[in-house]
């Protein structure tokens, strides 16, 4: 007789949960998904309330200030948003930019926090560690599955997928940053009578800044590589008119939007890289 | 200066690692820092401190790395736990504090500097030195008005909007001593303050804590590994060495008189000239001839002690002069009293001379008058005793 390792029908499980839940739970994800319509639609109409050229006006204007008036931060992104414009894919574009928007704003507001919690406590650093590894190894597809069985086709579960992808990055450079505040100033803080949150928003925080902005950088550019896959379960913009192209083989079109995501990309990552201030 | 205790240490150990208590114990039964880590992996940091300082002295912590002078300072505002003992400050006790009046006490009473200054590297200069003020809750434009105060106390006056990192050391280390006084607490606490310094910078910022000390008249606890440093810094110097306190007291008591083998290790590289005053060389004058007697008694006295020159006083002691036994036979032949023989151009120091300042003066003018303030005579010093004391080093 040969022994066998016995089969564990884990991914039966699985199912069997996420079928519970879309039953029971259904009411809140219902909630959910109208709270994440309503921001992505704000942030588009923000997006939207401009045409084309005042927008890149002001976005041009605002790298000049952050890029502390070195012009060539702003010319990059005058020529950038110009060139989107001049392909006709803006309004694609700003689709694919308000679901970034959205989506790396909720990972932020999530990450950040849990990330200063977590330098703090060594016990949920302890129950955190393996999840962060579990959310990043896993395929980023995968998260597409449940997405879609809880909040079905369109925006909303491209996002939540999206979230759940760019979060670790945030949380993880919150905790680097915050655990080496060097003990000094921390010291400091102690020394001259401050309170714990006074200690926490005056001395780590500010001194765990440039740690924090690399994260804010990265959950950004993350969104940004998710959305356009969210494409697949029917998110709009511009990573939908890749996959469009790739099933009619037209080259030209795919390209053009490529080259859209890579502009968006670029401009984002530098305008967060040029935020984040310098040692 | 007053002597008033300002902090008191009592029975203070500190034992780093899981089971400090128990360590104790073996430490009591004599076992060796050394030994303890070996068979413990715990680290002494401290053992059985006593001691107190007063208000208004500058008292320095000294011993070599690792002695734990740190660890004491820090459990003086309590950034280190002792494992056992007790920190009065003003009376109270710092270890038995509740968090919230801890705070008060290390807001109101307590500043400290640190060796690498601990500058909040994304404030400008005012931010950092208001910081206190800004914990405290107070409003930006009285906290901007102090911090200012502070500032132009110690020579940073038009920096105050800088970067942190557009500074020297030695700017970054007044800032970071401006921050510390802009709350003007009665007690500040200096680890290795200026050891991150170029040695001139650092000669330069003592000299400028010893003139704001003589404004401020705080109570300063000064760590620091360099003797040099703690002789000029310090009112009273505390040795210590693997955690124990070895010796405390002023400067030249541990130069003259040092406990132990380790104290006299740790002072035998001194330039002792720098330490030594005139009045720790200083015999007492005897004799001296009142400006009263008459010139026969002044040479009776010469030469039973077999000197040739006298010092002349008057009712109170106080210095006028000297006669010399020839021109004091010469005036009794001509029937003259000791003011008309005397010679006024006594060569005179203070008692608080440090024996370097005197040693090109004694090559030529020995003995040498040891006054008060009020030219009142309290000894004198010999050339031989000079270079007596300048020898005792070997
Ligand atoms: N957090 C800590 N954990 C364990 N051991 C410590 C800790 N802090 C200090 N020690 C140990 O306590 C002893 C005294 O250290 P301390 O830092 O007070 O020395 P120090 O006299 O200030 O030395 P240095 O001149 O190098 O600053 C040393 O043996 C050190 O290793
Ligand atoms: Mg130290």
């Known amino acids: ?42 942030i588009r109409d923000v997006l939207f309330l401009f045409p084309p050229v005042v927008f890149i006006l002001i976005v041009t204007a605002i790298a000049y200030f952050i890029g502390r008036r070195d012009a060539k931060l702003a010319i990059g992104v005058a020529f950038a948003l110009v060139l989107l414009e001049s392909m006709r894919l803006w309004a694609i574009s700003m689709q694919t930019l308000s679901l970034v928007l959205a989506a790396a704003l909720v990972a932020l507001v999530i990450a950040i926090p849990i990330g200063i919690i977590a330098a703090k406590n060594e016990t949920l650093l302890y129950i955190i560690r393996p999840i962060l590894d579990f959310m990043q190894t896993m395929p980023s597809f995968v998260y597409l599955i449940p997405a879609v069985i809880f909040f079905g086709l369109g ?54 800044m440039p740690s924090i902005m690399a994260g804010v950088n990265q959950c950004i550019m993350l969104s940004l590589s998710m959305v356009v896959i969210a494409a697949m379960i029917g998110a709009p913009g511009l990573g939908y008119q890749v996959l469009a192209a790739i099933q009619r083989i037209d080259i030209g079109s795919g390209f053009e939007a490529g080259l859209g995501i890579v502009i968006i990309a670029m401009v984002l990552d530098r305008l967060t890289q040029s935020l984040t201030p310098k040692r | 200066m007053e002597e008033k205790t300002k902090i008191e240490i009592r029975d203070v150990s500190k034992v780093f690692g899981k089971n400090p208590k128990k360590v104790l114990k073996l430490l009591d039964e004599g076992l060796s820092k050394a030994e303890i880590l070996e068979r413990t992996g715990h680290n002494v940091g401290l053992y059985k401190l ?110 105050e909007d800088s970067d942190i990192s557009q500074l020297s050391g030695g700017m970054q280390q007044r800032v970071g001593l401006a921050r510390a006084l802009a ?33 401020m008249q705080k109570t300063i606890v000064f760590v620091s590994h360099d003797l040099d440093e703690a002789l000029k810094l310090g009112d009273r110097i505390l040795l210590m060495n693997e955690g124990k306190a070895v010796q405390i007291g002023t400067a030249e008591e541990i130069l003259t008189n040092p406990a132990d083998d380790y104290v006299a290790k740790f002072v035998a590289g001194v330039d002792r000239s720098k330490v030594l005053l005139a009045e720790a060389v200083m015999k007492r004058p005897d004799p001296v001839i009142s400006i009263n007697s008459s010139l026969k008694v002044a040479v009776q006295l010469m030469k039973k002690h077999g000197i040739s020159s006298i010092y002349v ?82």
Not at chain 1, 4 to 23: M, R
Not at chain 2, 70 to 98: A, F, Y
């Open chain 1, 1 to 42: 007789m040969v022994f066998e390792i016995p089969h564990i029908p884990l991914g039966d499980g699985v199912e069997v949960i996420v079928e519970w839940i879309e039953q029971n739970l259904g009411f809140l994800l219902d909630l959910f998904t109208a709270i994440m319509n309503i921001l992505i639609s704000g």
């Open chain 1, 155 to 208: 925006n909303v579960p491209g996002l939540v997928a999206t979230i759940v992808f760019a979060m670790p990055p945030p949380i993880r450079l919150t905790i680097l940053g915050i655990q080496h505040v060097p003990k000094e100033l921390k010291e400091v803080g102690d020394a001259f009578g401050s309170t714990p949150m006074q200690k926490l928003m005056k001395i780590e925080i500010p001194s765990a």
């Open chain 2, 50 to 159: 006593n001691f107190e300082i007063r208000s208004g002295e500058i008292f320095v912590i000294m011993g070599l790395s690792g002695s734990g002078k740190s660890t004491l300072l820090r459990c003086i505002n309590r950034l280190i736990e002792p494992t056992t003992g007790e920190i009065r400050i003003d009376g109270d006790d710092v270890i038995k504090m509740k968090p919230e009046n801890l705070r008060k006490l290390r807001r109101n009473k307590l500043g400290m500097v640190f060796q690498n200054f601990g500058l909040l590297p994304h404030r400008s200069v005012i931010d950092n030195v208001a910081y206190g003020l800004e914990v405290r809750g107070i409003e930006k434009e009285q906290r901007y008005e102090k911090a200012l105060e502070a500032i132009e106390n110690v020579g940073l006056k038009g920096h």
């Open chain 2, 183 to 215: 709350t003007d607490p009665d007690i500040l606490l200096m680890d290795e303050a200026f050891s991150a310094l170029d040695p001139l910078i650092r000669s330069e910022m003592q000299d400028e804590l010893l003139a704001l000390q003589d404004r």
């Open chain 2, 313 to 394: 006083v008057d009712r109170n002691k106080i210095l006028k002069g000297f006669v010399t036994i020839d021109k004091a036979i010469d005036g009794i032949k001509e029937n003259k009293k000791i003011e008309n023989v005397m010679s006024e151009d006594v060569h005179k120091t203070a008692p608080d001379t440090p024996l370097n300042e005197l040693i090109p003066i004694i090559e030529s003018h020995s003995p040498l008058a040891v006054v008060d303030e009020k030219d009142k005579l309290i000894g004198v010093v010999v050339r031989g005793s000079v270079l007596g004391a300048l020898a005792m080093e070997d």
